[in-house]
């Protein structure tokens, strides 16, 4: 088994000097003040129409600086580990917690972080967490966000991946986000993550609605989280507000690349220009993952650590060139978007055709044929009607896809399901014509 590396063993030595200080609460724009409380249930605030919180709000038991707002800020010092769990805290808040495959003595192929060698088989499993929900009995959903003040993931320096579970089911959209995110310090960082709408109903359906954060491999990646907050009805127009400027270049080479797709986690974006920058406006504070893309490179991500105003640091992010890959006869680029053909819905409606299966079975082929390859599907309608409706609409037509792919064993983690509605026509809806071509599912592969 490979040691702890000096770097860590020297940082771990270094941290435990810092003392630990337990700073009085700071003032914050939210309306979630009670910050001592193990739960809290909020409706009407400025910042969502509903906020329930699990866990209490200390910056893991060590207290926050004078005048730091976890909601309206960048990351936090560093702070020194391991650390005793206060057995007044919820299961699962302020603590070390490791995979539920991790045993001690494991092959760790790449390594292991100062958090594992705090592995007990009790204090530091993985807990779900369980949500409240009847305060939500009667809403109107339109948007729903889990934000998470997070401490030490690092899956792409220690192979973890993160598995992410909403009512024991596998949540692809939000394991994206952690396995990009690569803490060092360890620092903690509000993370703020999206929830697509078929998690809307039984918001509102069910008393509660369970969370789980575990790790599927065994690494020894070790992390913690202070508290989850779920917010229905997120207003994002009263939330403090940063800009995120960065480059997309080229790996190896450091070439610029322009009209790359650049995106946050709630689908907003831009492209680089010819000199491969772009810029985020009113981004709300907090810890982002900025997502690169363009034909011909495998996608990659970049972190944002977003205060307020403009003087955020430049994030650059690098896009490997990738090769190609043969799918239904004929050759594509990793990043290419390419149509599918004879995926059908009727009008309105969200329930696959059977015509629409024979190419969702190629693409289950593919994906089996193809073990490393992750795939994003989108759903793209015309400019007729309510742009949220067929937003929405669209992605229920891809989820439907994705759901057919995943009976044939496909692991959930492999596939992303967007809804653009009518946000990224291919051509002018100026006519009936060509109203049907910008009604289409895509598929975009993100990685081989």
């Known amino acids: 088994m490979k040691k702890i590396s000096l770097f860590f063993l020297t940082h771990l030595l270094l941290l435990a000097l810092i003392p630990v200080v337990a700073f009085s609460q700071s003032q914050t724009i939210s309306s979630d003040k009670d910050w001592a409380s193990q739960q809290a249930a909020l409706t009407n605030t400025s910042e969502a129409d509903y906020i329930i919180r699990l866990?209490?709000?200390?910056?893991?038991?060590?207290?926050?600086?004078?005048?730091?707002?976890?909601?309206?800020?960048?990351?936090?010092?560093?702070?020194?580990?391991?650390?005793?769990?206060?057995?007044?805290?919820?299961?699962?808040?302020?603590?070390?917690?490791?995979?539920?495959?991790?045993?001690?003595?494991?092959?760790?192929?790449?390594?292991?972080?100062?958090?594992?060698?705090s592995f007990d088989p009790e204090i530091t499993k993985p807990v779900t967490w369980s949500f409240p929900t009847t305060v939500l009995k009667g809403a109107q959903i339109r948007n729903a966000y889990l934000q998470l003040f997070i401490d030490d993931f690092q899956a792409p320096s220690f192979c973890s991946k993160f598995h992410l579970f909403i009512n024991g089911s596998r949540f692809a959209e939000g394991e994206r986000l952690l396995n990009a995110i690569d803490q060092t310090g360890p620092v903690g960082k509000l993370l703020s993550i999206p929830l697509p709408e078929e998690y809307f109903e039984p918001l509102l359906t069910k008393d509660s609605f369970t969370f789980l954060i575990d790790e599927g491999t065994g690494a020894a990646d070790g992390w913690a989280?202070?508290?989850?907050?779920?917010?229905?009805?997120?207003?994002?127009?009263?939330?403090?507000?940063?800009?995120?400027?960065?480059?997309?270049?080229?790996?190896?080479?450091?070439?610029?690349?322009?009209?790359?797709?650049v995106s946050l986690s709630d689908h907003q974006g831009t492209t680089s220009n010819a000199e491969g920058v772009f810029t985020l406006k009113g981004i709300p504070t907090g810890y982002e993952i900025v997502t690169a893309s363009a034909p011909g490179y495998t996608d990659a991500y970049g972190a944002a650590d977003v205060g307020e105003g403009e003087n955020n640091d430049e994030v650059i992010i690098y896009l490997s060139r990738g090769r190609n890959v043969q799918f239904g006869g004929k050759t594509i680029s990793v990043g290419e978007s390419i149509n599918l053909n004879n995926i059908l819905f009727d009008q309105g409606k969200s329930e696959l055709r059977q015509a629409s299966k024979e190419e969702l079975d190629k693409i289950a082929v593919f994906l089996e044929t193809n073990p490393n390859a992750e795939i994003e599907l989108s759903g793209h309608t015309s400019s007729e009607g309510e742009a949220g409706y067929n937003r929405s609409l669209s992605y229920k037509r891809v989820k439907a896809c994705k759901d057919y792919i995943l009976l044939k064993g496909i692991d959930p983690g492999r596939i992303i399901a967007v809804g653009f509605g009518p946000d990224h026509p291919v051509v002018p809806n100026d006519s009936e014509t060509n109203r049907a071509k910008n009604r289409r599912v895509e598929m975009r592969v993100v990685k081989l």
């Open 55 to 117: 866990g209490d709000v200390d910056n893991l038991g060590f207290g926050w600086p004078e005048g730091f707002d976890p909601f309206c800020g960048r990351m936090t010092d560093a702070h020194h580990y391991p650390w005793d769990v206060n057995p007044d805290d919820l299961p699962g808040f302020d603590r070390i917690t490791l995979s539920s495959k991790l045993h001690h003595g494991m092959e760790q192929p790449c390594g292991s972080d100062g958090y594992s060698g």
């Open 225 to 261: 989280v202070d508290f989850i907050r779920l917010l229905v009805n997120r207003k994002r127009e009263n939330t403090c507000k940063g800009e995120i400027i960065g480059r997309v270049l080229e790996k190896d080479t450091d070439i610029p690349i322009p009209a790359a797709r």
